[in-house]
């Protein structure tokens, strides 16, 4: 898919080319986290998941506690990325601005948002979304927190002597530090 083209006027919406900018951050150093793992997933435009079961069956989302991240596979790796965080704790990648969609197994909507599960040695594992402010489904969504609202800002590039035009996030994670993963180490 092709991201959907955008202007100096527009407001963001599903589609759009979308920079993410971000960010992770030691507690309680509050010091950037080097060589943090980034695993990112979102819907594709058409509202589905590059996700497979490993064995072909199906199985309700609340039975993968304690499992995450390991218990599916994807078929083309589409719309997921790994990244790794800078000396300075930072991080990018392009995508899109994700649509909404109906989630058959709890019959409620999803707003628009990525999925991160980060990690880093010494520290506890997070698994968290961003979303996005005035997107659609934001009012119905029941997993929406502000805390994970992440703002949007319009940017401009000339590339080839044209302008470009994407939006930028820049989220910040902090992870925990854990005596118990530093004594893997």
Not at 31 to 36: I, K, M, Q, T
Not at 101 to 129: K, L, N
Not at 156 to 176: D, G, R, S
Request: one cysteine or more.
């Amino acid at each position: 898919h092709k991201p959907k083209p955008l202007t100096r006027t527009s407001r963001p919406e599903p589609g759009h080319l979308l920079l993410i900018r971000g960010t992770v951050y030691n507690y309680p150093s509050k010091r950037p986290l080097p060589c943090a793992t980034l695993d990112v997933w979102q819907a594709s435009p058409d509202a589905t998941y590059d996700y497979v079961e490993r064995d072909g069956v199906f199985r309700p989302y609340l039975t993968y506690i304690g499992q995450l991240n390991d218990h599916s596979t994807a078929k083309e790796y589409a719309y997921r990325t790994r990244v790794l965080t800078d000396n300075a704790g930072q991080f990018e990648y392009y995508t899109v601005i994700p649509p909404p969609y109906y989630d058959s197994e709890d019959g409620t909507w999803r707003c628009p948002h990525i999925h991160h599960f980060i990690q880093a040695d010494g520290c506890m594992s997070v698994v968290t979304q961003i979303m996005f402010p005035d997107m659609p489904k934001n009012e119905v969504d029941n997993h929406i927190r502000k805390d994970l609202i992440v703002q949007l800002t319009l940017r401009e590039e000339k590339i080839n002597n044209t302008e470009q035009f994407y939006w930028e996030a820049n989220p910040v994670f902090v992870l925990v530090e854990s005596t118990e993963a530093k004594s893997k180490l």
